[in-house]
């Protein structure tokens, strides 16, 4: 059968991307392969996790030719989906354009709550203690032009308990949530494209 050649986004400690690899190696993504995962910076831990997994891992600077250095490396692996897995720069309406449909985000709240400009990271997690919900979660959708706003494909709630602060809340939801509906909405697209 074949599988959706998929590039991943990164630009930090890449715990997502390692869950997709992990994922991978399950076998719980009969329909995508990871071909290639591509960095905007030179430090992101993520790289080394693609290099340790034999998975191809390129740096681009984080500059004004980034897109067209990642367009040439997307087009070199023939890629069919690309998934954003705490990839901190917002790519150009062309690019998404180019993808419709085919690039994913995961999000670490339940969207429409905490998300849009400025909310990422920590951020995200500092806003919903301070709202005071009970519950929060993580979604991934769609990527369209405007942050955080293209239809949802999957969300996972994650209870908000007492004493937690913005880390202790943030690595429950990656690890409740995250690391678990990005793998399985990747399947799920990569299903439709190539079932
Ligand atoms: C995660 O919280 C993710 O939801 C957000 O950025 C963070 C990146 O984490 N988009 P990692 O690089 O996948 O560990």
Redesign the pocket.
């Known amino acids: 059968m074949l599988k959706a050649k998929t590039a991943v986004l990164?630009?930090?400690?890449?715990?997502?991307?390692q869950a997709l690899i992990d994922a991978e190696g399950r076998g719980e993504l009969p329909h995508a392969e990871i071909k290639l995962v591509v960095s905007n910076k030179e430090s992101a831990y993520?790289l080394k996790r693609a290099e340790d997994a034999g998975i191809r891992a390129e740096y681009l600077k984080n500059d004004a030719a980034f897109e067209a250095g990642l367009l040439t490396l997307l087009e070199e692996e023939g890629t069919e989906l690309i998934v954003l897995?705490?990839f901190l720069r917002i790519l150009s309406a062309d690019l998404i354009k180019r993808y419709e449909g085919r690039i994913i985000n995961?999000?670490?709240s339940l969207i429409p709550s905490f998300c849009g400009m400025g909310f990422?990271?920590l951020k995200v997690h500092e806003a919903a203690l301070s709202r005071g919900v009970k519950l929060t979660g993580?979604t991934v959708h769609i990527v369209t032009a405007e942050a955080d706003a293209g239809p949802i494909l999957m969300q996972k709630a994650v209870e908000v308990k007492e004493g937690d602060t913005p880390e202790i809340l943030?690595k429950r939801?990656?690890k409740e949530a995250?690391w678990v509906i990005l793998p399985a909405a990747l399947e799920k697209l990569a299903e439709k494209l190539k079932g």
């Open positions: 990164v630009s930090g400690g890449g715990t997502n991307l993520a897995a705490g995961v999000h670490p990422y990271g993580a943030q939801v990656m995250e």
